[in-house]
């Protein structure tokens, strides 16, 4: 029996290891990781999904995007056939960003963000949460966020926050946390709704995605 190929993108600044929980049934899926690479200068998001697409070697994969690797695999699917696109944490078009998305746009803000705090990944979790952190959050995140050039970082933000997508793709599958922080669901239509889940669920509600995606996939 041929299996089918499910090429996993990571979200914003992350790698493959979001998915390390993730276990599909071998004799029917194969499971394959896209991870980010730096962007050329000034690189609109629709020629870095065209050389994304390099790396996927089968035709009419299953796509599955995290969040911002969400929107990257929506671009991709316009690119290749796909026999499937599942975003997780993600958006559909940009009518589903939060207002202050909208408002970072509009203004240029998202440019004053410190990306080079990045790359000093304790600066960073202290800047963003304060000094009282607790230890195992600094490992979850620098374990899961693998990507911390600035020169790429600059790139995601804007790229995400300057998505012209206003069309939503029906035939998108959103799989969507009813607690996502990022992505608030009150803005989101026509998703699969995870009860609990927020927007680090590819992490912690592993479990839910792993009795549920084969279904989802061969639906």
């Not at 730096?38 to 870095?48: A, C, D, F, R, T």
């Not at 997780?88 to 705090?117: D, G, H, W």
């Amino acid at each position: 029996m041929n299996r089918i190929p499910i090429y996993f993108m990571p979200g914003l600044a992350a790698s493959p290891s979001i998915f390390e929980n993730i276990k599909l049934p071998e004799d029917e899926f194969e499971m394959f990781f896209l991870e980010w690479f730096l962007p050329n200068e000034k690189e609109s998001i629709e020629s870095y999904a065209l050389r994304m697409t390099e790396k996927i070697t089968h035709e009419n994969p299953v796509l599955v995007g995290v969040s911002f690797g969400g929107v990257l695999v929506q671009e991709i699917a316009k690119i290749i056939k796909t026999d499937k696109v599942i975003i997780i944490s993600s958006v559909k078009s940009n009518t589903e960003f939060p207002p202050r998305f909208k408002v970072a746009r509009a203004t240029k803000a998202y440019k004053l963000i410190p990306t080079q705090l990045l790359a000093d990944i304790e600066k960073l979790v202290k800047y963003a949460f304060g000094d009282n952190i607790v230890a195992k959050r600094l490992k979850l995140y620098e374990k899961y966020l693998s990507v911390r050039d600035k020169k790429y970082l600059d790139w995601a933000i804007e790229t995400i926050l300057c998505w012209n997508q206003k069309e939503i793709n029906e035939s998108v599958i959103h799989i969507h946390g009813d607690a996502d922080e990022v992505f608030p669901i009150k803005h989101i239509q026509n998703c699969i709704v995870v009860k609990g889940g927020t927007h680090i669920m590819i992490i912690n509600k592993f479990k839910w995605l792993n009795e549920n995606l084969p279904k989802i996939i061969l639906k």
